[in-house]
């Protein structure tokens, strides 16, 4: 008994004996980022479980290294646990600095779900020279560490070692009591990209449609027609008394009456897949424990039920790295098409003018009732790419009040709003001669150095105030004059509801009471916005 204690207190040991130095680097390289950032929080509690949890792994992947005799093969292992440590200390420290959270699935979904041009975008909107520097100094800190680590010797005494294992058994029995804390192991986050599922095919999930019709308003012809724009923010739209003209013929509509301006809306989510599953359907993050947002009624499938064709135009992506949850919802439609589909392998960006030729094919061949939904690429980072050179209307010299690194920026995305009004206000225009109702929206907003000075991008998930500015989004409503004379109880119900407080995953409600019909459980009636 004792030569077999003797064994497994000489095994045990190892780890901090003979490795001690590496032991520590693993220790404070898996922890130093969520420490951090739940420390921001104030959440020092669960920072003990961390560190408890953080503990005992770094101590496993030790263990293991110690009983690998083979040179080569020890070499090897070595070399796939730093690399794997270094890309996800680098990953979460992206996620902590840009985004004031930590890696979570719902950031490996917007990964996997967005395609190579949009993520290229999307990350080269953070990486700053300041952000780019500090990267790559701590990468290469962290590198040289890794090859001269073990070189470095750092000797401890068996008390301490003794006092080290005492230590990693408490902080086991601590993982055992709250097993919640193992979801900061670093292989346990590297599953969360696998733990993203592939978006099904909806149509599975189709189903008999029982509704009641409440009006006659959707037995003419009209037109239903749904601008979806991007990360638009109501705070740089004149048609919300913004400084700056960046919706003058959307604003000239709403003077004579044609356009109705909603001013309490807020979108579904801050990100767009998020928000598109709420906008397509019944879905609502609420429910996200209660029911899969896949087996949701969708408004693409009330639509066909009523009688609609529908279309769907796009000048964003069917595919992404992963899938995209957004195609999903277009294969639901009568007909689907995407800008990009016709420039594969051609390195260029695709300006949202260009859906204009596809929505006038597509309604020269179209008879009966029909819904079009729109999809614009809007105001998506990067700003400068989402306008065309006669739309650069604002420079740096028109923000003299603004910080001087924030004026760039700003003068930028005010161009692409300026443009984003001459596209909407054009796809209008397809529409003004028929017997059309249109929305416009953005699936989210955008934080504009609204809650810190040095923040212009997605809302940070962990900030509230951040949040509260990526969810403020511009809303309207356009009738064209046939419409107008056919529903006056519609318009009616729209003027009246302008000041309504209201948010985008109830929008599929708020269409079907546009065109007459209910859920027999008269959730039309509940949540739509023009009740």
Excluded at 18 to 28: A, D, E, I
Excluded at 299 to 306: D, E, F, S, T
Excluded at 378 to 399: L, N
Excluded at 435 to 462: M, Q, R, T
Aim: hydrophobic residues 40%.
């Amino acid at each position: 008994m004792r030569n077999l204690l003797k064994i497994l207190w000489g095994g045990g040991i190892k780890p901090f004996k003979n490795h001690f130095s590496y032991y520590l680097f693993l220790f404070l390289l898996t922890s130093l980022v969520p420490v951090s950032y739940f420390v921001s929080h104030h959440h020092y509690v669960y920072v003990i479980y961390i560190i408890a949890n953080n503990f005992a792994v770094t101590y496993l992947l030790v263990l293991i290294r110690t009983f690998i005799r083979n040179k080569l093969l020890n070499r090897i292992y070595t070399i796939i646990i730093d690399l794997a440590v270094l890309l996800m200390f680098l990953v979460e420290l992206f996620c902590f600095v840009n985004m004031n959270s930590p890696f979570t699935e719902d950031i490996a979904a917007i990964i996997l779900g967005t395609n190579l041009s949009e993520a290229q975008e999307f990350f080269n909107s953070f990486f700053s020279v300041k952000f780019t520097v500090i990267v790559l100094l701590a990468t290469v800190i962290i590198v040289l560490l890794c090859i001269y680590i073990d070189k470095i010797r750092i000797r401890i005494s068996k008390t301490v070692c003794g006092i080290l294992l005492i230590c990693l058994f408490i902080g086991m029995a601590m993982v055992i009591h709250n097993k919640a804390v193992m979801n900061e192991s670093l292989f346990v986050k590297y599953s969360l990209f696998f733990k993203v599922q592939s978006p099904p095919d909806l149509k599975m999930y189709e189903k008999e449609l029982h509704l009641i019709k409440t009006s006659e308003a959707g037995t003419d012809n009209a037109d239903i027609v749904l601008i979806i724009g991007e990360a638009l923010s109501k705070s740089h739209c004149s048609l919300y008394a913004y400084g700056k003209k960046t919706n003058p013929l959307l604003t000239a509509l709403a003077e004579d009456s044609y356009l109705y301006v909603f001013n309490n809306v807020i979108s579904a989510d801050i990100h767009t897949v998020a928000s598109f599953k709420c906008i397509m359907s019944t879905y609502k993050n609420s429910l996200a424990d209660k029911v899969n947002w896949y087996e949701c009624t969708t408004l693409p499938n009330v639509m066909k039920h009523c009688g609609y064709k529908t279309y769907w135009i796009s000048n964003q992506s069917k595919k992404g790295f992963y899938d995209n949850v957004i195609g999903k919802y277009s294969e639901l439609c009568t007909d689907n098409s995407f800008v990009g589909n016709a420039y594969k392998g051609m390195s260029r960006v695709n300006k949202d003018e260009e859906i204009l030729p596809l929505l006038r094919k597509k309604m020269k061949n179209v008879s009966g009732k029909s819904c079009y939904f729109i999809h614009l690429m809007g105001q998506h980072e990067a700003f400068s790419k989402r306008y065309t050179p006669s739309f650069a209307r604002f420079t740096e010299k028109d923000y003299p009040d603004l910080p001087k690194k924030q004026r760039k920026n700003i003068a930028e995305y005010d161009n692409s709003v300026l443009y984003n009004d001459y596209v909407v206000n054009e796809i209008i225009k397809q529409f003004k001669d028929r017997n059309a109702i249109v929305f416009y929206f953005p699936d989210h907003a955008l934080d504009l150095y609204e809650s810190s000075d040095d923040w212009c991008a997605h809302a940070k998930p962990g900030d509230k105030k951040s949040i509260y500015f990526g969810r403020q989004i511009p809303f309207v409503v356009y009738m064209s004059q046939r419409y107008k004379d056919l529903h006056s109880e519609i318009v009616d119900k729209v003027r009246k509801n302008t000041n309504r407080e209201f948010s985008t995953e109830d929008i599929i409600y708020s269409v079907m009471d546009i065109i007459g019909v209910d859920f027999e459980d008269g959730s039309v009636k509940k949540y739509s916005l023009f009740r």
